[in-house]
Structures are given as structure tokens and as C-alpha cells.
């Protein structure tokens, strides 16, 4: 794999709004993503750059990048820190200290490389070695019918918590959560 794999610094937020269009234009994005790619191309200069910027402080959640020796991203990660008494994002309130991976996604050409994989596993370590409160777990939603993403959580660790929540928009859907306990 000739990746290196890094936190988004927040000067890169052109690079981060164009790989996250990019991930939603991917055939999976309907059942991978709560946002279209008609909502983000919309977003003005100022909303990537702070959420870049917020990404790349690293203190409410971390995105991770898998860059290419020629510096095109080949895919990214986000991990999102959810406290008890924090914010709910999507899905259930955290009932313990976790974090929550989002924003999953690898170019076409990069899948099948190790790129998902060596994401996974910066975004697991960042979340073990967070400051504060230990994280006790790592979760994330995946809609009931994305059965490849579901198949690659699952050889990452990842095992069914029992708990589901809507699809929104799709009130006949469900969003399964799974997680890695420490």
C-alpha cells in the first residue's frame, strides 16, 4: 500500500469537500450517507473550512486521510468523540465514553489496497488514546441493506450491540449499530 495515513490539517479543506463529493456521488452513497451530494455541493467555503478545521483540532472528533504518494486522497475516515452529557448526532445518546466512525469512504481504484483497513485502524487508536475519560467503546450505524460495508466492519471487529435506530427519510429502514468494546 503506498498510502500514508494522517489527520486532516485544516488548510486542506478544498481536499476534504472534494472527496467527500466524491463519496457521494458513489453508487452506495444513498444507503452509505445521511447527506446528498445536491445538500454538500451547496455548502459555502466557510462550512468546509470549519469543519476541516474543526477535523484537524482533533478535540471533538479526527478525520483521517489515506494520501497517495502523488498527494490525492484515496480515502478518509471520521471519528466523532460522544460523551453522556454531549451532543446526539445521530442515533442513541451515548450511554457510556465512545467515539462513533462516520463518514466511511475509499475511491473505487484504491478499494481492495489495505486503504480501508489502514483507516480503521488509525481511527481505533486515536480513539483509544483520547484524553479525558477512557473511551469504553467504538460504535457506528450501517443501514440494514449495505452488506458489503457491513461485512468489512465486521472482519475489523465490529459485532452487532443490539440496538437499531431509523433510516431517515426511510421510516421502513433500519440504521443497525455495531461497536468494538475495550
Same mark, same amino acid.
Request: aromatic letters at 10%.
Given at each position: 500500500?503506498?498510502?500514508? &495515513?494522517?489527520?486532516?490539517?485544516?488548510?486542506?479543506?478544498?481536499? =476534504?469537500?472534494? &472527496?467527500?463529493?466524491?463519496?457521494?456521488?458513489?453508487? =452506495? %452513497?444513498?444507503?452509505?450517507?445521511?447527506?446528498? *451530494?445536491?445538500?454538500?455541493?451547496?455548502?459555502?467555503?466557510?462550512? +468546509?473550512?470549519?469543519?476541516?478545521? $474543526?477535523?484537524?483540532?482533533?478535540?471533538?472528533?479526527?478525520?483521517? &486521510? =489515506?494520501?497517495?504518494?502523488?498527494?490525492? +486522497?484515496?480515502?478518509?475516515?471520521?471519528?466523532?468523540?460522544?460523551?453522556?452529557?454531549?451532543?446526539?448526532?445521530?442515533?442513541?445518546?451515548?450511554?457510556?465514553?465512545?467515539?462513533?466512525?462516520? %463518514?466511511? !469512504?475509499?475511491?473505487?481504484? %484504491?478499494?481492495? =489496497?489495505?486503504?480501508?483497513?489502514?483507516? !480503521?485502524?488509525? /481511527?481505533?487508536? +486515536?480513539? +483509544?488514546?483520547? /484524553?479525558?475519560?477512557?473511551?469504553? $467503546?467504538?460504535?457506528? *450505524?450501517?443501514?440494514?441493506?449495505?452488506?458489503?460495508? %457491513?461485512?468489512? *466492519?465486521?472482519?475489523?471487529?465490529?459485532?452487532?450491540?443490539?440496538?437499531?435506530?431509523?433510516?431517515?427519510?426511510?421510516?421502513?429502514?433500519?440504521?443497525?449499530?455495531?461497536?468494538?468494546?475495550?
Amino acid at each position: 500500500m503506498d498510502y500514508v &495515513i494522517r489527520p486532516v490539517q485544516a488548510e486542506e479543506w478544498a481536499k =476534504a469537500r472534494e &472527496i467527500r463529493l466524491a463519496a457521494l456521488r458513489d453508487p =452506495a %452513497a444513498p444507503i452509505a450517507f445521511l447527506e446528498t *451530494y445536491e445538500q454538500a455541493v451547496e455548502r459555502p467555503d466557510g462550512f +468546509w473550512q470549519e469543519r476541516t478545521s $474543526r477535523a484537524a483540532e482533533g478535540v471533538v472528533g479526527r478525520q483521517f &486521510i =489515506a494520501e497517495a504518494t502523488d498527494g490525492q +486522497w484515496a480515502g478518509t475516515v471520521t471519528v466523532l468523540v460522544e460523551r453522556p452529557a454531549g451532543e446526539v448526532r445521530f442515533g442513541e445518546a451515548a450511554k457510556v465514553d465512545q467515539t462513533h466512525v462516520v %463518514a466511511v !469512504f475509499v475511491r473505487p481504484e %484504491a478499494r481492495g =489496497a489495505g486503504v480501508a483497513e489502514a483507516l !480503521f485502524r488509525a /481511527a481505533m487508536e +486515536w480513539s +483509544w488514546e483520547l /484524553a479525558g475519560p477512557p473511551v469504553k $467503546r467504538v460504535r457506528l *450505524y450501517v443501514h440494514e441493506r449495505n452488506a458489503r460495508a %457491513a461485512a468489512f *466492519y465486521r472482519r475489523m471487529g465490529f459485532v452487532a450491540s443490539g440496538d437499531t435506530v431509523p433510516v431517515p427519510g426511510e421510516s421502513a429502514a433500519r440504521e443497525l449499530e455495531l461497536e468494538v468494546l475495550r
